[in-house]
């Protein structure tokens, strides 16, 4: 009798213990179906990465604050052959792609505020990579476009941020055409902030 009721407890403990684990699987996908976006194909959630899918969505227009160090918000993304200051001035910086026949850049523009006491060191801005098609990852360089618009620099010195103050970050992404074009394809800029892993959707 008591090994009949030892195994009935073992039993029972065990399948209280697929239960949970199962019931975690399944709140994960839901949580992931909802990261996803609009998209209802289930052909083309499949085709997403765990990388891409997990974290927290934001939209363009939206911002991120991390604690009391900095605020950056989203405010446009475009394709660019050429990247230009807003405002140029007679003699200023630019970019292209080093493949100008097959590559194209992917913009996204951010304004940073530092929230902090100190200076904001612009080699600890937050780093992002492009992921497209939920699978190819490219990564981001950060440029900074001067207050006016007139220039644009690409050394982290400029992109110190004095306290209460904001710089316009860009980050740029050289990709290859087909990323442009191939509409229907995903298109994530996912920054790493504190732990956190925060996705941006381009598309």
């Avoid at 994960?28 to 909802?34: E, F, G, H, L």
Wanted: charged share 25%; net charge negative.
């Amino acid at each position: 009798m008591k090994k009949v009721l030892i195994a009935i407890i073992c039993g029972a403990f065990a399948l209280s213990i697929t239960g949970c684990s199962y019931s975690e699987v399944v709140g994960n996908k839901k949580n992931n179906d909802t990261n996803t976006g609009v998209s209802n194909n289930q052909e083309d959630t499949k085709k997403q990465s765990k990388e891409e899918t997990k974290g927290i969505d934001v939209s363009i227009g939206q911002n991120i604050q991390y604690d009391d160090n900095y605020n950056i918000s989203f405010i446009e993304s475009s394709f660019k052959q050429k990247v230009e200051p807003s405002n140029p001035d007679s003699y200023y910086h630019y970019f292209e792609p080093k493949d100008t026949s097959s590559n194209t850049f992917l913009v996204l523009k951010t304004v940073i505020k530092n929230l902090g006491t100190e200076t904001l060191d612009g080699e600890k801005l937050p780093k992002a990579k492009l992921i497209y098609d939920g699978k190819y990852k490219y990564d981001a360089q950060l440029i900074t476009e001067e207050d006016d618009g007139s220039d644009l620099d690409s050394y982290s010195w400029y992109m110190d941020i004095d306290p209460l103050k904001t710089k316009k970050i860009w980050y740029l992404v050289e990709v290859p055409k087909e990323v442009e074009t191939n509409t229907q394809a995903t298109l994530v800029m996912q920054y790493q902030i504190n732990g956190k892993t925060y996705n941006v959707k381009i598309r």
